[in-house]
């Protein structure tokens, strides 16, 4: 089960960090993401992060969009996977949905339709 916190209302210029609690069992091979739906728009990847890669810099894959303000990572230990956002813009509004799905090595940039384990999502506002 994944649950995701720490959405809310922000600035322009502002900064959030989500959370994802993952509870129950999650083994190698799993693949963790962020994805993001804007109102009224389909949607789309955020983020993606492939523990098992064992190069480090593809361990961390990001969109365009959110290259160099958003940041992926997981705790292990406490079995959470987050999402810092720095520099919001009025286009990071959407609702936020972390989600999971056992993948090879090396293919966690998927279309949103082929990941298995969703959360409820959190809802993100920026405003100008």
């Known amino acids: 089960q994944l649950v995701e916190s720490g959405g809310g209302s922000v600035q322009v210029g502002g900064s959030l960090r989500l959370s994802c609690s993952i509870t129950?069992?999650?083994?190698?091979?799993?693949?963790m993401a962020w994805f993001r739906q804007p109102p009224g728009k389909e949607r789309e990847a955020v983020a993606f992060?492939?523990?098992?890669?064992?190069?480090?810099?593809?361990?961390?894959i990001y969109e365009d969009s959110v290259k160099g303000r958003f940041t992926i990572s997981r705790d292990s230990g406490k079995n959470i996977l987050y999402l810092q956002m720095n520099s919001l813009k009025p286009e990071d509004t959407a609702m936020y949905y972390c989600?999971?799905?056992?993948?090879?090595?090396?293919?966690?940039?998927?279309?949103?339709?082929?990941?298995?384990?969703w959360g409820q999502g959190t809802q993100v506002t920026v405003s100008s």
């Open positions: 992060f492939d523990e098992d890669n064992i190069d480090n810099d593809a361990r961390e």
């Open positions: 129950g069992y999650i083994g190698s091979g799993y693949c």
């Open positions: 989600a999971a799905d056992k993948r090879p090595r090396g293919a966690c940039v998927a279309p949103w339709v082929q990941y298995d384990y």
